[in-house]
């Protein structure tokens, strides 16, 4: 989560705002799209029923498991948000999902 956020201020501030820099000085300059918008994946952590809110809401309940944070995470996020995914067993057996971000795919194991 900590590097996506960082990898989106570095891309808006190396890339974009520079490119809108260019353009207001007058440089002959075509924009150009760098296909790493990372506000998807960064939302499906923030917004109200995302990861962390799940992740809050399970830490304050002391009946709270792995198992229905893992169950919550999947009724509220799975298919709902392309960055998150169930786990594939093979690499980790012990993962529970998976965050497609833009480094790697995450795997969550609680």
């Not at 799209?33 to 995302?50: N, S």
């Not at 309940?61 to 792995?66: I, N």
């Not at 944070?69 to 998976?98: Q, S």
């Amino acid at each position: 989560y900590v590097n996506e956020k960082l990898q989106q201020f570095f891309n808006q501030h190396m890339f974009t705002l520079e490119q809108e820099e260019y353009v207001r000085e007058g440089l002959d300059w075509a924009n150009v799209d760098f296909g790493m918008d990372l506000q998807k994946c960064i939302d499906m952590f923030e917004k109200p029923m995302g990861l962390l809110a799940i992740f809050e809401e399970e830490s304050l309940f002391p009946k709270a498991t792995d198992q229905t944070f893992c169950e919550k995470l999947h009724t509220n996020l799975l298919g709902k948000w392309a960055n998150f995914a169930k786990a594939n067993p093979r690499p980790d057996p012990d993962a529970h999902f998976a965050v497609i971000h833009y480094a790697e795919i995450g795997r969550g194991v609680v």
